[in-house]
């Protein structure tokens, strides 16, 4: 079973992609882009190329848990997606994703946090998504 993370954005998303059996999250493609059809299309390919099953968007919630307006947009997204492909689609929390990634590419150069920073918040996403299933 393979599965595609998402750090859904307004300018870029950032992906990584996970074979169950591994259990590994793996950065995969930044997708520079604020139109949303052009990024359903960009995610489309992935999911046929990598054959995914499943596809976890990161929810940035509140520190209490609450859902943001942001939230809603990604929901929304998910669900134009779902018109043109057969996946499962999973939401969990990415609060704090992008602040590890950070930590992860302190002492690099700015042009390299900048394209790395929602690849590794894609693949924390799938982190959170693997935690979840354990608690379970």
């Given at each position: 079973i393979m599965v595609l993370g998402v750090d859904f954005g307004r300018k870029k998303t950032g992906t990584a992609f996970m074979d169950m059996d591994i259990k590994i999250p793996f950065p995969y493609r930044l997708i520079e882009e604020s139109n949303a059809r052009k990024v359903k299309r960009a995610l489309m390919d992935i999911i046929e190329e990598k054959n995914i099953d499943t596809v976890v968007f990161g929810l940035p919630l509140s520190d209490?848990?609450?859902?943001?307006?942001?939230?809603?947009?990604?929901?929304?997204?998910?669900?134009?997606?779902?018109?043109?492909?057969?996946?499962?689609?999973?939401?969990?929390?990415?609060?704090?994703?992008?602040?590890?990634?950070?930590?992860?590419?302190?002492?690099?150069?700015?042009n390299?946090?900048?394209?790395?920073?929602?690849?590794?918040?894609?693949?924390?996403?799938?982190e959170n998504y693997l935690n979840v299933l354990n608690k379970k």
């Open positions: 209490e848990g609450k859902e943001s307006e942001w939230c809603s947009e990604i929901k929304r997204f998910s669900e134009f997606l779902l018109k043109s492909v057969k996946v499962n689609i999973v939401f969990v929390d990415e609060y704090g994703t992008s602040k590890e990634a950070d930590f992860i590419l302190r002492g690099r150069k700015k390299v946090k900048k394209k790395a920073n929602d690849l590794i918040a894609a693949a924390l996403i799938l």
